[in-house]
């Protein structure tokens, strides 16, 4: 269930949540529950109690989420460098390695592994007042393997140091970790970490 949310608060577009999705409320399958009076549509707000750990990691990732343009962007990501002289891309894919994912990186279905760079100073949408939008930059690792995999952090020109702000291993969410460039470190097994670039 973290897994999933955290992917949607880091998603670009509208989260599609639930009412009561925060606290692991079940529609048992059924998408349409609109027109049933039934434990289907019901609230069971013992599930708040039940599930804390559950909530506090849900209102951590909509908060990061929340406070980050970078995950709500109002364009396109153009895959390229946005201003004259940038080193790097306003979205960029990555092995586990810390390199660039190439056209044969993709079709290694047996990877499981993806590290995703968003880049906070490419933001493309002026705001409401028709300024430039600027962000911190964020690198989302994602380990679908059913163990724990070791990943690089890409060389600094994406950044120097980075600094822990998501796990979804953790049942709040909570991680305690600082890395820097070209720096390994484990990422726990199915499992996503957010990290945002702090130098």
């Not at 409401?128 to 059913?146: I, K, T």
């Not at 980075?162 to 726990?188: H, K, M």
């Amino acid at each position: 269930m973290r897994n999933m949310w955290a992917t949607l608060m880091v998603s670009q577009g509208t989260p599609m949540i639930a009412h009561g999705d925060e606290i692991g409320r079940t529609q048992y399958g059924n998408n349409n529950v609109y027109c049933q009076d039934s434990e289907l549509s019901w609230m069971d707000w013992s599930l708040v109690d039940k599930n804390a750990d559950l909530l506090a990691f849900a209102r951590k990732a909509t908060t990061l989420r929340k406070n980050h343009k970078v995950f709500r962007r109002r364009r396109f990501f153009e895959g390229e460098p946005i201003r004259s002289g940038d080193e790097v891309r306003d979205i960029a894919w990555l092995t586990p390695s810390g390199r660039e994912m190439t056209h044969e990186d993709w079709g290694r279905g047996f990877d499981r592994c993806v590290a995703v760079f968003l880049n906070g100073e490419a933001i493309t949408a002026p705001d409401a007042r028709g300024e430039r939008v600027v962000d911190d930059s964020f690198l989302l690792c994602f380990n679908a393997h059913d163990h724990d995999v070791e990943f690089v952090m890409p060389h600094d020109g994406y950044a120097q140091q980075w600094t822990g702000e998501l796990d979804t291993n953790d049942p709040v969410g909570d991680i305690d970790l600082t890395v820097t460039a070209t720096d390994t470190f484990s990422v726990p097994a199915r499992s996503l970490l957010v990290l945002r670039k702090t130098l």
